[in-house]
């Protein structure tokens, strides 16, 4: 997970190691080109193009010309250049010469996000000289040489797009000292033993066979009571706290997903389109908003007196996921969660999100989840967000209320919000409320295949709660909340 200089107090730390490997990377193989090399969580990355594959046996030699470099004690020299100066300094360096190109433009190192004008600098310590915005720590060998460790190499695709060339990435953690790192180590390693999928298979729960493909589960008996209990749990719950539960099926009309403007926004996260003819497409369902707010639609005219309507859904859903981000039943390719939307008036909002707060606390609750934040997304000042200030502010307002009037910790992310109202949060430790037009969520998602404790996991992680105009719904002037 990518990192920031004003909120992470190993930032320096971490980019200042990912430097010094990539020099002690480039003696080994001189003739090695350089990518990007960022902090991020817990640790650093550097993603290069070399002659020849790295083994572990490599980390062990790049580790030990690091603490060379770092007891030489280089200082880090940050310096501007322009374009063409750039572009000379690099001259064989060719993915460098291409984030030159996007720089220039003002656009970031994936050739994305638009920032204007933009300075071009460089950071250079001893023999080796980076593009880079900073920070760094004064100079290596304020880098204490016992605290870090290169921990694995992994492919990765330059700019994340498979279609470009694939690079290969070295991991590595950095911490203040040999304790704190000793600690890290040790934590991966309780974590290595209690791995889901070591415990899925050892516990006979789960499996996954290459005869069927991957990112597909195979449940056994014993993993299917532990999925049926589960599901069977929350939906008494969601029951009590007084939702209906509907059906909507697994595969629905393409033309849906236009209409909503899913497709558009989500279309490489969805399988391949079934053509029955050329004007009959269909889809297996990748969410269930759509389906959901076509069937209130065809339910007739409903009097505002008879809002809120909660419903929920058990659904399976299909997302056709990169082979290289599947792992295990945390990113799969087929799965079942729990959906809820409610359908309710302007002045229920707070109301009902109050009451959709209190479903998930009991819930989390029963799982022993206590340590978790909450983040509001809200729309940034780009993107493709629903064009309705009025209902953004109004769901916005409603929803920090209800936060507000429950005690509720939470932190503000402008820019977080999708299309709909919010973008998915894979962070273990957070579960979030969004505010939105035209948007959706998961109000538990305790039933994602897996053993108890990785889909207990998910319940924390993947809760949303957001409010929005049904479009089709606006002249019944009926929020939607999912």
Request: aromatic letters at 10%; charged letters at 25%; glycine letters at 6%.
């Amino acid at each position: 997970m990518p990192v920031d200089p004003q909120s992470d107090p190993y930032y320096k730390l971490r980019h200042s190691l990912a430097h010094v490997m990539a020099e002690a990377v480039l003696e080994i193989f001189p003739e090695g080109k350089v990518a990007i090399g960022p902090p991020v969580e817990n640790g650093f990355y550097y993603d290069f193009d070399l002659p020849r594959s790295l083994t572990p046996e490599d980390l062990s030699a790049i580790e030990a010309k690091m603490r060379r470099i770092i007891a030489e004690d280089h200082p880090f020299v940050c310096r501007e250049v322009s374009a063409e100066e750039a572009l000379a300094l690099f001259k064989d360096q060719p993915y460098k010469i291409e984030l030159i190109a996007g720089l220039a433009k003002g656009l970031d190192e994936y050739g994305e996000t638009h920032h204007g004008d933009t300075v071009i600098s460089t950071y250079k310590h001893d023999t080796f000289e980076d593009l880079c915005r900073g920070p760094h720590l004064d100079s290596t060998g304020k880098i204490p040489a016992d605290s870090f460790k290169l921990m694995s190499i992994a492919g990765a695709y330059w700019r994340g797009d498979e279609k470009n060339r694939q690079l290969q990435r070295i991991y590595g953690t950095g911490w203040n000292s040999k304790d704190e790192l000793d600690q890290y180590l040790h934590m991966l390693e309780e974590a290595r033993r209690r791995d889901h999928r070591r415990l899925g298979k050892d516990l006979g729960l789960f499996f996954f066979a290459e005869e069927v493909g991957p990112g597909l589960p195979l449940f056994t008996p014993k993993g299917e009571i532990i999925r049926h209990e589960m599901e069977q749990y929350v939906r008494e719950v969601q029951t009590r706290y007084g939702y209906q539960h509907v059906w909507t099926g697994n595969v629905v009309k393409e033309q849906l997903y236009h209409k909503s403007g899913h497709y558009e926004n989500y279309r490489d996260s969805m399988f391949p389109p079934m053509v029955e003819s050329e004007d009959l497409v269909f889809r297996l369902k990748p969410m269930n908003c759509p389906s959901h707010m076509t069937l209130y639609n065809q339910m007739g005219v409903i009097s505002y007196r008879e809002l809120p309507l909660r419903w929920a859904e058990f659904a399976t859903l299909y997302r056709y996921e990169d082979s290289g981000a599947l792992n295990g039943l945390t990113r799969v390719r087929a799965l079942t969660q729990d959906d809820c939307h409610i359908f309710c008036r302007p002045d229920q909002i707070e109301e009902e999100f109050t009451l959709a707060l209190n479903l998930i606390r009991e819930v989390l609750n029963t799982y022993q989840f206590s340590d978790y934040k909450v983040r509001l997304s809200l729309r940034g000042d780009e993107g493709k967000f629903v064009a309705d200030d009025e209902k953004w502010e109004q769901a916005t307002n409603a929803l920090r209320s209800a936060l507000d009037a429950n005690n509720v910790a939470y932190f503000e992310e402008r820019g977080e919000a999708a299309f709909y109202g919010q973008r998915p949060t894979s962070s273990p430790a957070t579960y979030s409320a969004a505010s939105g037009n035209s948007a959706r969520s998961r109000s538990i998602s305790s039933n994602r295949p897996g053993s108890t404790a990785n889909i207990s996991a998910r319940t924390a992680s993947r809760i949303r709660r957001c409010c929005s105009i049904a479009p089709s719904q606006a002249q019944r002037n009926a929020l939607w909340v999912c």
